[in-house]
């Protein structure tokens, strides 16, 4: 499935109206574009949900970044925030027997799979029209699972997954554009101990 087009055409199935949706953000810099893109033809609402960072300090170091992305963007719609909980202990059970895994596979299939059944459920118990994540702009997060995964709770709780990768149409260049202008705090690894740990690496190098 080519996800683009599949969003392309929910966009145009929706036209003339301004359906709600209920987008988890896993940070500001990944929302940027994501926000810019989607604010003309939703009424958005930022699920930040994050159990997997690492420490307090940095769930709530990126959750002030989120915040000031919101108040800084201009948007068509108006942009709420849902400040999810951090439970890091909720996050580290999750993904128990996994730790060593390679980055990018099962260990962070799984984290994709919980932040975003926790989008569904609130999803559907807020009575949103549609759910979705932003995770699909990285370049190091993979698409088609994402996609698989949301493809899958649209089914078990009765609300509508919105199909993206917003890396298309140079997604991911503008959030690094937006993110330069904003003044955001990008961080380089994805949250969890475990990808700091390979991101600490990478820095030295």
């Given at each position: 499935?080519?996800?683009?087009?599949?969003?392309?055409?929910?966009?145009?199935?929706?036209?003339?109206k301004t359906p709600s949706l209920l987008l988890h953000s896993c940070?500001?810099?990944?929302?940027?574009?994501?926000?810019?893109?989607?604010?003309?033809?939703?009424?958005?609402?930022?699920?930040?949900?994050?159990?997997?960072?690492?420490?307090?300090?940095?769930?709530?170091?990126?959750?002030t970044e989120q915040i000031k992305v919101i108040n800084k963007l201009?948007?068509?719609?108006?942009?709420?925030?849902?400040?999810?909980?951090?439970?890091?202990?909720?996050?580290?059970?999750?993904?128990?027997?996994?730790?060593?895994?390679?980055?990018?596979?099962?260990?962070?299939?799984?984290?994709?799979?919980?932040?975003?059944?926790?989008?569904?459920?609130?999803?559907?118990?807020?009575?949103?029209?549609?759910?979705?994540?932003?995770?699909?702009?990285?370049?190091?997060?993979?698409?088609?699972?994402?996609?698989?995964?949301?493809?899958?709770?649209?089914?078990?709780?009765?609300?509508?997954?919105?199909?993206?990768?917003?890396?298309?149409?140079?997604?991911?260049?503008?959030?690094?554009?937006?993110?330069?202008?904003?003044?955001?705090?990008?961080?380089?690894?994805?949250?969890?101990?475990?990808?700091?740990?390979?991101?600490?690496?990478?820095?030295?190098?």
């Open positions: 499935m080519n996800y683009q087009v599949e969003l392309e055409h929910i966009l145009d199935i929706n036209k003339g940070c500001g810099p990944c929302s940027t574009y994501v926000l810019e893109y989607l604010s003309k033809y939703f009424d958005i609402t930022v699920y930040y949900y994050n159990p997997n960072m690492d420490t307090v300090d940095e769930f709530k170091k990126r959750l201009p948007s068509t719609n108006p942009i709420k925030l849902i400040e999810g909980n951090y439970d890091s202990q909720k996050y580290l059970d999750y993904i128990k027997g996994l730790e060593s895994n390679l980055e990018g596979g099962n260990r962070c299939h799984k984290c994709y799979y919980l932040r975003l059944e926790e989008t569904a459920k609130l999803a559907k118990d807020k009575n949103f029209d549609y759910f979705c994540t932003t995770l699909t702009v990285s370049p190091y997060k993979n698409a088609k699972v994402i996609n698989e995964i949301g493809s899958k709770l649209e089914s078990i709780y009765n609300v509508s997954y919105l199909y993206s990768d917003f890396k298309k149409k140079e997604g991911y260049k503008r959030s690094i554009e937006l993110s330069k202008e904003f003044d955001l705090y990008r961080q380089n690894y994805c949250g969890c101990i475990f990808s700091k740990k390979t991101g600490d690496l990478n820095e030295e190098k």
